[in-house]
């Protein structure tokens, strides 16, 4: 892939291109916004614009050196990833960073360092890279991708230049899907509006795996009586999932909202086309009676408000905890709004 093969964010491409040749690239960019949008693989193809044999203002793809960059054997490209149960960037990941700085530049014409999450960078491994963005090398450019920009450190956004990327449009979601392996239009359609505009969520509720932790969440919350220890059972399932994939725990709130969503529009305007879950529509008539209005309009807000505690870093098993047991308590869900 080039650049001029990325659907969606136009504008920040044709900004990244000009500044390139211009010469005017700064040394940091945050990108920030949803997760699954294309900011990592704008950051990657970049990297490759910046290094090609070919030169321009994109990359040609099929060079050694784009090709080395795509299969991260590039010696000038570093990608830091989060490691561990804590799924955390480390000082000793930044420390690493550091050394390869003071090494000359291998083969390439830029050096660039990606962070994949820069909000899991911890405190030290966050006041060791400042450092480094303080005093700019030439040549060595920094792209920090987030999909929760309040968790990055507010020292380390002020010495990036900020990109805020936007969700793709349906359309853009729908191209995407037409060249994956999406074949049926039907599925499509119903990816496209799971998706918000992030293709990275239509592609995992594609998977087998999303599929069924779309099915758990569903028949979670249409369940007639759960009781505190199997909410607390199912909670320790989602968690196993966000462990495996921290883009799940987003996925997860969002299925509920949308659950919560799918139940008012049915009781308030009683109407099965705008349903959010159109394959459960036998399920959700079935218990639309399940609640009030307000119990329902409490259960979305509360999971606004633990999405917004999340952009804190609240811990993921309190989180689920919680919800959880907010949502099958109907007393609380009463008595809180
Ligand atoms: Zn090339």
New binding site residues.
């Given amino acids: 892939m080039a650049l001029k093969e990325i659907v969606g964010h136009a504008s920040q491409i044709k900004i990244f291109q000009s500044s390139i040749q211009k010469g005017t690239l700064a040394h940091a960019y945050l990108f920030s916004g949803l997760e699954g949008i294309g900011k990592e693989k704008c950051a990657r193809e970049l990297t ?1 614009v910046l290094n ?3 030169g321009g203002a994109d ?5 050694s ?2 090709l080395r960059i795509d299969g991260e054997t590039f010696s000038d490209f570093h990608v830091i990833v989060p490691s561990g149960a804590s799924r955390t960037i480390k000082i000793d990941d930044v420390q690493k960073v550091q050394k390869s700085l003071n090494l000359s530049r291998y083969e390439g014409k830029a050096k660039v360092i990606l962070f994949t999450e820069a909000d899991c960078l911890n405190e030290a491994a966050s006041n060791a890279l400042l450092k480094i963005l303080e005093e700019p090398v030439e040549k060595t450019y920094f792209f920090l991708i987030t999909a929760n920009h309040e968790a990055v450190l507010p020292t380390i956004r002020s010495r990036c230049r900020q990109v805020p990327f936007y969700p793709l449009a349906d359309s853009e979601v729908e191209q995407i899907l037409t060249q994956s392996e999406v074949k049926d239009p039907t599925q499509r359609e119903f990816l496209v509006r799971l998706s918000e505009g992030s293709i990275g969520r239509a592609l995992r509720f594609f998977e087998e795996k999303g599929r069924q932790l779309r099915q758990s969440v569903i028949k979670f919350a249409l369940s007639k009586s759960s009781s505190p220890t199997e909410a607390l059972f199912a909670s320790e399932q989602f968690q196993k999932s966000v462990e495996q994939d921290k883009a799940y725990l987003w996925d997860i709130l969002k299925i509920f909202e949308g659950v919560y969503r799918d139940l008012l529009m049915l009781q308030i305007a009683g109407n099965e086309k705008q349903l959010l879950n159109p394959d459960w529509a036998q399920g959700l008539n079935q218990q639309k009676d399940l609640y009030t209005v307000d119990q329902l309009e409490a259960k979305v807000i509360m999971i606004e408000r633990i999405r917004t505690d999340l952009h804190m870093n609240i811990q993921v098993k309190f989180a689920l905890d919680y919800l959880l047991l907010f949502l099958i308590d109907k007393e609380k869900s009463l008595a809180s709004h």
Avoid: F, L, N, R
């Fill in positions: 490759k090609c044999e070919k990359s040609c793809d099929t060079c050196v784009c």
